[in-house]
Structures are given as C-alpha cells and as structure tokens.
Nanobody, 123 residues
Framework: QAQLVESGGGLVQPGGSLRLSCTAS????????MGWFRQAPGKEREFVAAISWSIINTFYADSVKGRFTISRDNSQNIMYLQMSSLKPDDSAVYYC????????????????WGQGTQVTVSS
C-alpha cells in the first residue's frame, strides 16, 4: 500500500501564492488519476482539482479555475498544486488523493488519502 504525504501548506496573505506537494512512497499511483481536495471547519470535503496519469486531462473546481494549476511528475512520484491569487475562502486542510478513475476520485470512492496540509489565507 503506497502512502501519500502532503507538504507545502502554511500561512499566506490574500493575493499570495503557495505550492503544495504530494509525494507517493512508490510508483503505485503513476497510472492513477490523482487530485486535490480541501476541507474547511464545519464543511464537507470538496473537490479542487484532478489530473490524469498521462497529464493530458485536468479538471478544476469553478472556484479555483484560473488561479490553481495541478501538475505531476511521475518520475519522482510527486503531484503539485500551484495556488495563486489566494483568497481567505481558500483556507482549508488540503488533501491529495488517488483513484483508478476520475469518477472514483471525484466521488471520493477510494481509500487513497494523504494526511493533509493546512493552508491559511489571512492578513
């Protein structure tokens, strides 16, 4: 069972940028869809972005389109989320995930989650 570990979260001012990383312990997920989800206090976990194993296909939540960019480097077993123009509403714990299909990924019908990294956008 491969492990997923997020890093890169922290405190940033509105309008600032952060890059989150998700590192897998091996190459198990290199042919999986991977993505990012976030959860703020008192709210359900929500989809943020996804990328196919071939990196040809990507999906973004409407709330982050044009501001966030998802990418992956399968040679290093790493997935990234580059976040810019951050807003206070982006504050949440961000989780990386992996699943064989985009449907399973977006519906969260899988058990492949990292532990999360906190992103706080505040002045």
């Amino acid at each position: 069972q491969a492990q997923l570990v997020e890093s890169g979260g922290g405190l940033v001012q509105p309008g600032g940028s952060l890059r989150l990383s998700c590192t897998a312990s091996d190459s198990t997920f290199n042919d999986y869809w991977m993505g990012w989800f976030r959860q703020a206090p008192g709210k359900e976990r929500e989809f943020v972005a996804a990328i196919s194993w071939s990196i040809i296909n990507t999906f973004y939540a409407d709330s982050v389109k044009g501001r966030f960019t998802i990418s992956r480097d399968n040679s290093q077993n790493i997935m990234y989320l580059q976040m810019s123009s951050l807003k206070p509403d982006d504050s949440a714990v961000y989780y990386c995930a992996a699943a064989p299909s985009i449907h399973e990924l977006k519906s969260m019908n899988h058990d492949n989650w990292g532990q999360g990294t906190q992103v706080t956008v505040s002045s």
